[in-house]
C-alpha cells in the first residue's frame, strides 16, 4: 500500500520531531508529513542523558507547544583556561535575555515534542527501518521494512548519530579525543551557572541542573582516548579526585558521581542535498560539544526548513535552504572546530589564548556578540 506525503522526515529524533511539529505549525496538513523510525519511544522518553538548549531553540519549542519543560535556566557562562589568569563571564542580565540557555534530560525534550507531533496529527511510523529508496524527478520513493511504501515529494535526512558511525563526509576531523559523561554533585555549587574550563587535554564542561534531589552537573570531560580509558576505569573517589585537580575549587570539592560513559569526538560536516533530499542536524554535521552548538544548530536548520517547504515541497525551496543557512552553518562549524583545536594543548599559544579570556571579559561588545552566536547562531 502506497501513502502519498508532501514531506518524508527519516529520523525521529529531537531535530526530526522538531521539524515535524514546525511544518504542521506552518500550515502543512499532520497527514502530510511523515515520520519515520526505527526505534520506538520508550527508550528514547526514559533517556537520562543532560542536554543544553540556547536561549534561540527554547523560543522554537515554545512556538510548537513543547514548552515549557523540565529545565533549569543558565544564567551565567564561565570560561576559564586552566593554569592561566585569563576568563570570561557571559550574563544573562547583560544580555537582556531571561537566560542564556537551559538544561534538561534528553527524555523531557523527546516527550515534549512527541506530545506536539501527536497532537498535529502527524503520521508516525516507528519502530520502521527504510529498506530502500529511490530519487525521481517528482520526489522520492521509500520502502520501509514493513512492506509499506511512502511517495513524497521531498526526503529529509534527519537521523544523526555520534562521530565514526557516519559515511564519509566531505569535511572530516578527529580530533584525538573522548567526551567523558557523567552526572557530578559538588559541596558548594552555584544555582544557574554554567562552566567552560579548558584543559591541556580538552574542554570541560559543567552544566547546572536542579532535581528533586538538589543541584548537580552534567558534565562533558574532553580528554584523550587513553587518559578517557583510565578515568572510566577508576573508582569514584578517584575519578572525582582527578576532576577536582582538572576543573580547581569554584564550586567546592566533587563529592559524587553517576556512572560514567564516553564517546569520540571528531568533526563530520557535508550538508548534503540533491533536488528531492536534504540531511539536518546531525545528519548534516556532527561538531565537538564546546560551546553546546549541536542540537541548537539543528533546530535552526528546522525553522529555515519549515519555513521554506511550508511555501512548497519543491526542489526551489530545496535550493533556497541551503543558500540561507549556509552562513550559520558555517560559522557555527568554524567556531566549534577552532575552539576545539586551539585550547587543547600546552605552550605559549596558551598564555596568549588565556589572556584572550581576559581581554573578552573588558570588551562588552565582543563578549555580546560570542552570547549572541550561542544563543541564537548567525542570522
Not at 132 to 138: K, T
Not at 202 to 215: F, M, Y
Request: with cysteine; net charge neutral.
Amino acid at each position: 500500500m502506497e501513502t502519498t506525503l508532501d514531506v518524508a522526515i527519516c529520523g525521529a529524533g529531537p531535530v526530526g520531531m522538531a521539524l515535524a511539529a514546525l511544518l504542521a505549525r506552518r500550515g502543512m496538513p499532520g497527514a502530510r508529513i511523515g515520520l519515520i523510525d526505527a526505534k520506538g519511544l520508550g527508550a528514547a522518553i526514559t533517556d537520562p542523558r543532560s542536554i543544553a538548549l540556547s536561549y534561540g531553540s527554547r523560543l522554537l519549542l515554545e512556538e510548537i507547544g513543547a514548552w515549557p519543560l523540565p529545565a533549569t535556566a543558565i544564567d551565567q557562562i564561565h570560561v576559564s583556561r586552566r593554569g592561566q589568569f585569563g576568563r570570561s563571564m557571559i550574563d544573562r542580565v547583560e544580555e537582556n535575555v531571561p537566560a542564556l540557555g537551559y538544561v534538561t534530560r534528553y527524555g523531557e525534550l523527546v516527550s515534549a515534542l512527541s506530545f506536539a507531533c501527536e497532537s498535529a496529527g502527524v503520521a508516525i511510523m516507528r519502530p520502521v527501518r527504510i529498506s530502500g529508496q529511490l530519487e525521481h524527478a517528482d520526489g522520492v520513493n521509500l520502502k520501509l521494512d514493513d512492506g509499506r511504501e511512502l511517495e513524497a515529494l521531498v526526503a529529509v535526512q534527519a537521523e544523526g548519530g555520534v562521530f565514526g558511525e557516519q559515511d564519509s563526509r566531505a569535511l572530516t576531523r578527529d580530533y584525538g579525543q573522548s567526551a567523558i559523561i557523567a552526572r557530578v554533585s559538588a559541596s558548594a555549587p552555584i544555582a544557574h551557572r554554567a562552566y567552560e574550563r579548558f584543559t591541556d587535554e580538552g574542554p570541560l564542561a559543567l552544566l547546572p541542573q536542579t532535581g528533586a534531589d538538589g543541584l548537580h552537573y552534567a558534565l562533558v570531560w574532553c580528554v584523550r582516548p587513553d587518559t578517557a580509558a583510565a578515568l572510566l576505569a577508576l573508582g569514584d573517589d578517584a575519578f572525582l579526585a582527578r576532576l577536582g585537580d582538572a576543573f580547581g575549587t569554584r564550586v567546592g570539592r566533587f563529592i559524587a558521581a553517576s556512572p560514567r560513559a564516553s564517546y569520540k569526538l571528531g568533526l563530520n560536516a557535508d550538508p548534503r542535498a540533491t533536488a528531492r533530499m536534504v540531511a539536518i542536524g546531525n545528519a548534516a554535521q556532527t561538531l565537538h560539544p564546546v560551546a553546546g552548538q549541536g542540537l541548537n544548530l539543528g533546530l535552526r536548520d528546522c525553522a529555515v526548513l519549515a519555513r521554506l517547504l511550508a511555501r512548497g515541497a519543491t526542489p526551489e525551496n530545496l535550493a533556497t535552504f541551503a543558500s540561507e543557512r549556509a552562513i550559520d552553518r558555517r560559522l557555527t562549524v568554524g567556531l566549534t572546530d577552532t575552539m576545539a583545536r586551539a585550547f587543547a594543548g600546552v605552550g605559549p599559544a596558551q598564555t596568549l589564548l588565556g589572556l584572550s579570556l581576559g581581554i573578552l571579559d573588558t570588551v562588552a561588545p565582543a563578549r555580546s556578540l560570542l552570547a549572541e552566536l550561542m544563543m541564537f547562531g548567525r542570522r
